[in-house]
């Protein structure tokens, strides 16, 4: 996927809304295809790469790395390597990803209970 150009004006508004309130970021990050079902998968248990790819079956491997690398980029999630023949990779939530994860269950049961989509 191809990053905005700088100079457009989707890229001055983001930026602009970005500035305005934190909570703009965030919901950008979040509002990423799969972002919050791989949170959601790790909160789950699921904490190797090949698990994640069993429960989330339609995500390519590509999107679940980079999806991983955004979590753990902005720590919400740890990455633990295991050493071993072969070496392992284990990924867990922080607790700031403990917290947000809480707080986004409430938006999901408040989205089943009170939304019409």
Request: hydrophobic share 35%; proline share 3%.
């Amino acid at each position: 996927m191809s990053e905005r150009k700088l100079s457009s004006t989707n890229f001055y508004n983001q930026s602009f809304l970005e500035e305005k309130c934190a909570l703009n970021e965030l919901l950008y990050l979040l509002s990423k295809r799969w972002m919050t079902e791989v949170l959601f998968s790790i909160e789950e248990g699921n904490s190797r790469f090949n698990s994640l790819k069993e429960d989330l079956e339609h995500i390519s491997d590509h999107i679940l790395a980079d999806r991983l690398r955004n979590l753990e980029q902005f720590e919400l999630v740890n990455k633990s390597c295991i050493p071993g023949n072969p070496p392992r990779t284990e990924y867990a939530l922080t607790h700031k990803g403990e917290e947000l994860s809480e707080i986004l269950g409430g938006l999901c049961d408040f989205a089943e209970s009170k939304m019409q989509f």
